[in-house]
Protein backbone atom coordinates (compact mmCIF):
# COMPACT_ATOMS: atom_id res chain seq x y z
CA UNK A 1 0.00 0.00 0.00
CA UNK A 2 2.66 2.29 0.67
CA UNK A 3 4.94 2.07 -2.64
CA UNK A 4 1.29 3.10 -4.25
CA UNK A 5 1.66 6.15 -2.88
CA UNK A 6 5.45 6.72 -3.72
CA UNK A 7 3.94 5.14 -7.35
CA UNK A 8 1.22 7.44 -7.33
CA UNK A 9 3.60 10.48 -6.93
CA UNK A 10 5.80 9.52 -9.73
CA UNK A 11 3.24 9.40 -12.08
CA UNK A 12 2.34 12.47 -11.03
CA UNK A 13 5.90 13.89 -12.05
CA UNK A 14 6.00 12.08 -15.07
CA UNK A 15 2.43 13.69 -16.16
CA UNK A 16 3.70 17.00 -16.09
CA UNK A 17 6.54 15.91 -18.28
CA UNK A 18 3.73 15.94 -21.32
CA UNK A 19 3.50 18.63 -23.08
CA UNK A 20 -0.05 18.26 -23.52
CA UNK A 21 -0.31 18.18 -19.83
CA UNK A 22 1.23 21.31 -19.07
CA UNK A 23 -0.16 23.19 -21.59
CA UNK A 24 -3.58 22.35 -20.38
CA UNK A 25 -2.47 23.12 -17.12
CA UNK A 26 -1.17 26.82 -18.27
CA UNK A 27 -4.81 27.42 -20.03
CA UNK A 28 -6.51 27.05 -17.26
CA UNK A 29 -4.03 28.80 -14.92
CA UNK A 30 -4.50 31.66 -17.67
CA UNK A 31 -8.42 31.41 -17.15
CA UNK A 32 -8.57 31.53 -13.76
CA UNK A 33 -5.32 32.32 -11.54
CA UNK A 34 -7.75 30.90 -8.17
CA UNK A 35 -7.36 26.87 -9.36
CA UNK A 36 -3.68 26.79 -7.81
CA UNK A 37 -5.24 27.29 -4.89
CA UNK A 38 -6.91 23.50 -5.26
CA UNK A 39 -3.21 21.98 -4.97
CA UNK A 40 -3.02 22.71 -1.22
CA UNK A 41 -5.87 21.27 -0.31
CA UNK A 42 -5.64 18.09 -2.69
CA UNK A 43 -1.94 17.55 -1.16
CA UNK A 44 -2.71 17.43 1.93
CA UNK A 45 -5.46 14.82 1.90
CA UNK A 46 -3.12 12.83 -0.56
CA UNK A 47 -0.63 12.91 2.34
CA UNK A 48 -2.93 12.61 5.10
CA UNK A 49 -3.90 9.08 3.25
CA UNK A 50 -0.51 8.49 2.86
CA UNK A 51 -0.18 8.95 7.04
CA UNK A 52 -3.27 6.35 7.50
CA UNK A 53 -1.53 4.13 5.13
CA UNK A 54 1.68 4.49 7.79
CA UNK A 55 -0.67 3.91 11.03
CA UNK A 56 -2.35 6.96 11.26
CA UNK A 57 -3.14 10.86 11.38
CA UNK A 58 -2.01 13.11 13.57
CA UNK A 59 -4.31 17.01 13.50
CA UNK A 60 -1.11 18.85 13.85
CA UNK A 61 0.69 16.67 11.21
CA UNK A 62 -1.87 17.92 8.64
CA UNK A 63 -2.16 22.11 9.40
CA UNK A 64 1.80 21.90 9.30
CA UNK A 65 1.34 20.26 5.37
CA UNK A 66 -1.27 22.43 4.66
CA UNK A 67 0.82 25.23 5.96
CA UNK A 68 3.65 24.04 4.21
CA UNK A 69 1.78 23.93 1.08
CA UNK A 70 0.03 27.12 0.37
CA UNK A 71 3.21 28.99 1.56
CA UNK A 72 5.09 28.72 -1.70
CA UNK A 73 1.37 29.01 -3.60
CA UNK A 74 1.08 32.15 -1.76
CA UNK A 75 4.01 33.23 -2.91
CA UNK A 76 3.57 32.22 -6.28
CA UNK A 77 -0.37 33.56 -6.77
CA UNK A 78 0.82 37.36 -5.14
CA UNK A 79 4.09 37.39 -7.41
CA UNK A 80 6.32 37.26 -4.78
CA UNK A 81 10.18 36.32 -5.39
CA UNK A 82 10.51 33.28 -7.35
CA UNK A 83 13.60 32.40 -5.04
CA UNK A 84 11.73 32.92 -2.05
CA UNK A 85 9.03 30.53 -3.40
CA UNK A 86 11.72 27.43 -4.01
CA UNK A 87 13.08 28.07 -0.52
CA UNK A 88 9.41 27.72 1.06
CA UNK A 89 9.68 24.39 -0.88
CA UNK A 90 12.81 23.19 -0.36
CA UNK A 91 14.42 24.22 3.56
CA UNK A 92 11.09 22.91 5.37
CA UNK A 93 12.47 19.03 3.96
CA UNK A 94 15.98 20.05 4.52
CA UNK A 95 15.03 21.21 8.19
CA UNK A 96 12.23 18.69 8.94
CA UNK A 97 12.51 18.40 13.07
CA UNK A 98 8.73 20.37 13.58
CA UNK A 99 6.79 17.84 11.48
CA UNK A 100 9.51 14.48 12.56
CA UNK A 101 8.37 14.52 16.22
CA UNK A 102 4.69 14.17 15.57
CA UNK A 103 5.64 10.68 12.86
CA UNK A 104 6.44 7.48 14.67
CA UNK A 105 9.86 6.58 13.73
CA UNK A 106 8.55 3.19 11.69
CA UNK A 107 6.90 5.58 9.72
CA UNK A 108 9.60 8.93 9.25
CA UNK A 109 11.79 7.67 5.88
CA UNK A 110 8.07 6.90 3.79
CA UNK A 111 6.21 10.24 5.26
CA UNK A 112 9.46 12.01 4.39
CA UNK A 113 9.43 10.40 1.14
CA UNK A 114 5.72 11.93 0.09
CA UNK A 115 6.89 14.87 1.34
CA UNK A 116 9.43 15.06 -0.70
CA UNK A 117 7.11 14.27 -3.83
CA UNK A 118 4.51 16.31 -2.98
CA UNK A 119 7.31 19.61 -3.13
CA UNK A 120 8.18 18.00 -6.40
CA UNK A 121 4.81 18.09 -7.73
CA UNK A 122 4.18 21.11 -6.59
CA UNK A 123 7.09 22.94 -7.44
CA UNK A 124 6.19 21.66 -11.30
CA UNK A 125 2.95 22.95 -11.22
CA UNK A 126 3.67 26.09 -9.74
CA UNK A 127 6.96 26.50 -11.79
CA UNK A 128 5.94 24.93 -15.06
CA UNK A 129 2.49 25.44 -14.99
CA UNK A 130 1.30 28.63 -13.18
CA UNK A 131 4.37 30.73 -13.86
CA UNK A 132 5.40 29.34 -16.84
CA UNK A 133 9.24 29.93 -16.60
CA UNK A 134 11.05 28.85 -19.47
CA UNK A 135 14.35 27.00 -19.40
CA UNK A 136 13.20 24.58 -17.36
CA UNK A 137 12.98 21.40 -19.35
CA UNK A 138 10.58 19.65 -18.08
CA UNK A 139 10.45 17.35 -21.09
CA UNK A 140 10.77 14.31 -22.59
CA UNK A 141 14.37 13.77 -24.85
CA UNK A 142 14.04 15.64 -28.34
CA UNK A 143 17.40 13.63 -29.44
CA UNK A 144 19.15 10.57 -28.68
CA UNK A 145 22.17 12.74 -27.94
CA UNK A 146 20.84 13.05 -24.42
CA UNK A 147 21.99 10.04 -23.51
CA UNK A 148 25.36 10.48 -25.11
CA UNK A 149 25.78 13.19 -22.73
CA UNK A 150 24.77 11.75 -20.15
CA UNK A 151 26.97 8.53 -20.04
CA UNK A 152 30.31 11.40 -21.46
CA UNK A 153 29.58 13.41 -18.79
CA UNK A 154 29.49 10.05 -15.88
CA UNK A 155 32.88 8.83 -17.99
CA UNK A 156 34.67 12.21 -17.52
CA UNK A 157 33.66 13.17 -14.02
CA UNK A 158 33.26 9.41 -11.93
CA UNK A 159 36.76 9.18 -11.83
CA UNK A 160 37.47 12.63 -10.45
CA UNK A 161 35.05 12.16 -8.26
CA UNK A 162 36.51 8.93 -7.07
CA UNK A 163 39.74 9.93 -6.87
CA UNK A 164 38.81 13.01 -4.67
CA UNK A 165 36.45 11.11 -2.64
CA UNK A 166 39.15 8.83 -1.39
CA UNK A 167 42.08 11.23 -1.28
CA UNK A 168 40.05 13.37 1.27
CA UNK A 169 38.32 10.17 3.27
CA UNK A 170 35.05 10.72 1.82
CA UNK A 171 34.55 6.95 0.30
CA UNK A 172 37.52 3.95 0.38
CA UNK A 173 39.35 1.83 -2.01
CA UNK A 174 36.70 0.55 -4.72
CA UNK A 175 35.84 -2.77 -4.33
CA UNK A 176 33.62 -5.56 -6.40
CA UNK A 177 30.01 -5.42 -5.87
CA UNK A 178 28.39 -8.24 -3.47
CA UNK A 179 24.85 -7.57 -4.34
CA UNK A 180 23.15 -9.92 -7.20
CA UNK A 181 22.63 -8.30 -10.97
CA UNK A 182 18.92 -8.08 -10.22
CA UNK A 183 19.07 -5.87 -6.88
CA UNK A 184 21.62 -3.86 -8.87
CA UNK A 185 19.34 -3.23 -11.41
CA UNK A 186 16.26 -2.76 -9.72
CA UNK A 187 18.36 0.33 -7.72
CA UNK A 188 19.11 1.85 -10.48
CA UNK A 189 15.42 2.94 -11.41
CA UNK A 190 15.00 3.65 -7.42
CA UNK A 191 18.04 5.72 -7.37
CA UNK A 192 16.47 7.54 -10.33
CA UNK A 193 12.57 8.19 -9.39
CA UNK A 194 13.46 8.77 -5.74
CA UNK A 195 16.71 10.85 -5.37
CA UNK A 196 18.19 11.80 -9.04
CA UNK A 197 15.05 12.97 -10.92
CA UNK A 198 13.91 14.99 -7.81
CA UNK A 199 17.33 16.70 -7.40
CA UNK A 200 17.87 17.71 -10.64
CA UNK A 201 14.20 19.25 -11.07
CA UNK A 202 14.95 21.83 -7.73
CA UNK A 203 18.64 22.03 -8.51
CA UNK A 204 18.82 22.09 -11.94
CA UNK A 205 15.60 22.76 -13.41
CA UNK A 206 14.81 25.57 -10.64
CA UNK A 207 17.35 26.89 -8.88
CA UNK A 208 20.37 27.14 -11.92
CA UNK A 209 17.72 27.75 -14.22
CA UNK A 210 16.57 30.98 -12.74
CA UNK A 211 19.92 31.91 -11.68
CA UNK A 212 20.96 31.67 -15.42
CA UNK A 213 17.73 33.23 -16.96
CA UNK A 214 18.76 36.66 -14.29
CA UNK A 215 22.26 36.53 -14.24
CA UNK A 216 23.21 34.88 -17.56
CA UNK A 217 24.64 31.96 -18.31
CA UNK A 218 28.66 32.37 -16.96
CA UNK A 219 30.42 29.67 -15.29
CA UNK A 220 30.67 31.54 -11.72
CA UNK A 221 27.10 31.21 -12.11
CA UNK A 222 27.35 27.65 -13.00
CA UNK A 223 29.70 27.40 -9.85
CA UNK A 224 27.33 29.25 -7.89
CA UNK A 225 24.32 27.00 -8.33
CA UNK A 226 27.13 23.85 -8.10
CA UNK A 227 27.72 25.77 -4.31
CA UNK A 228 24.59 25.43 -3.45
CA UNK A 229 23.98 22.02 -4.01
CA UNK A 230 27.31 21.12 -2.64
CA UNK A 231 25.96 23.34 0.41
CA UNK A 232 22.64 21.17 0.37
CA UNK A 233 24.50 17.95 1.54
CA UNK A 234 26.06 19.16 4.57
CA UNK A 235 23.73 17.73 6.68
CA UNK A 236 24.04 14.21 5.08
CA UNK A 237 25.74 11.34 6.33
CA UNK A 238 27.51 9.11 7.19
CA UNK A 239 30.51 11.50 8.24
CA UNK A 240 29.22 13.66 10.84
CA UNK A 241 27.66 17.33 10.53
CA UNK A 242 28.28 19.82 8.70
CA UNK A 243 29.69 17.07 6.28
CA UNK A 244 32.13 18.80 4.50
CA UNK A 245 33.80 16.29 2.79
CA UNK A 246 30.13 15.51 1.08
CA UNK A 247 29.90 18.86 0.12
CA UNK A 248 32.79 19.14 -1.65
CA UNK A 249 32.03 15.84 -3.74
CA UNK A 250 28.64 17.23 -4.41
CA UNK A 251 29.67 20.75 -5.56
CA UNK A 252 32.17 19.02 -8.31
CA UNK A 253 29.04 16.76 -9.17
CA UNK A 254 26.50 19.55 -9.10
CA UNK A 255 29.21 21.45 -11.94
CA UNK A 256 28.88 18.20 -13.90
CA UNK A 257 25.20 18.06 -13.88
CA UNK A 258 24.59 21.76 -14.90
CA UNK A 259 26.82 21.49 -17.68
CA UNK A 260 25.17 18.23 -18.99
CA UNK A 261 21.89 19.82 -17.76
CA UNK A 262 22.93 23.03 -20.33
CA UNK A 263 23.73 21.24 -23.32
CA UNK A 264 20.99 18.93 -22.87
CA UNK A 265 16.80 18.93 -24.14
CA UNK A 266 15.66 17.69 -20.82
CA UNK A 267 16.71 17.22 -17.67
CA UNK A 268 16.18 13.74 -17.37
CA UNK A 269 19.80 13.85 -19.07
CA UNK A 270 21.21 15.05 -15.78
CA UNK A 271 18.85 12.80 -13.86
CA UNK A 272 20.71 9.50 -15.89
CA UNK A 273 23.95 11.19 -14.85
CA UNK A 274 23.23 11.83 -11.54
CA UNK A 275 21.71 8.42 -10.89
CA UNK A 276 24.55 6.59 -12.40
CA UNK A 277 27.12 8.53 -10.07
CA UNK A 278 25.25 7.65 -7.08
CA UNK A 279 24.32 3.79 -8.17
CA UNK A 280 28.14 3.41 -8.87
CA UNK A 281 29.71 5.21 -5.38
CA UNK A 282 26.62 2.56 -3.99
CA UNK A 283 27.87 -0.47 -5.12
CA UNK A 284 31.55 0.26 -5.57
CA UNK A 285 32.56 2.00 -3.34
Known sequence: MQVAFLVGLLAAIFALFIGRVQEGLKAEFGRRRGLVWLAPAALTVYFAAASLAAGGVERELLLIMLAYTAAPVACAFWRGSDFLTIALLWLPLEFP???AR????????????????????????????????SGMKINRP??????????????????????????????????????????????????????????????????????????????????AASVIFGAAHLDNGPQTTPNWRYMI??????????????????????????MMVDWTKHFFF
Request: aromatic share 10%.
Open 102 to 133: LIAKHSQGFLHSVAYGIAIVLGLTLFACFRGI
Open 142 to 223: REWRDAGRALAGFALTAPVLAAVGIAIGFIPMPHLPTAGAGKMAGAAGIILAGTALPEEILFRSMIQNLMMQRWGGSRWVLI
Open 249 to 274: LATIAGFAYGRVFQASTTVLASALFH
Open 97 to 99: ALA
